[in-house]
Nanobody, 113 residues
């Protein structure tokens, strides 16, 4: 079964760091752009960062310079390293594969002030 599984969320103080992971089925990982979105309560789901199969990356302006997306092809996993976290980064973070319209279950990130 093709699926995405996120992990690594938690509670952290402002200025701290977290590393999220998105594990994907091997059958789709190597040919897929993996995208991170986030959704805060009452808000729409917003783009955070993306990485294509060749390793090219794209970031939302709100996270540039603080977040880094990377992929480990040997482990079929994409990581989102989040540094200098702010309370406004609090949200559920999801990974997504567009060509399969496939979402993970999400992982909660809470940043306290």
């Amino acid at each position: 079964q093709v699926q995405l599984v996120e992990s690594g969320g938690g509670l952290v103080q402002a200025g701290g760091s977290l590393r999220l992971s998105c594990a994907a089925s091997g059958s789709i990982f190597s040919i897929s752009t993996i995208t991170w979105y986030r959704q805060a309560p009452g808000n729409q789901r917003d783009f955070v960062a993306a990485i294509n199969p060749g390793g090219s990356t794209n970031y939302a302006d709100s996270v540039k310079g603080r977040f880094t997306i990377s992929r480990d092809n040997a482990k079929n996993t994409v990581h989102l390293q989040m540094n200098s976290l702010k309370p406004e980064d609090t949200a559920i973070y999801y990974c997504y594969v567009r060509w399969r319209d496939l979402w993970g279950q999400g992982t909660q990130v809470t940043v306290s002030s």
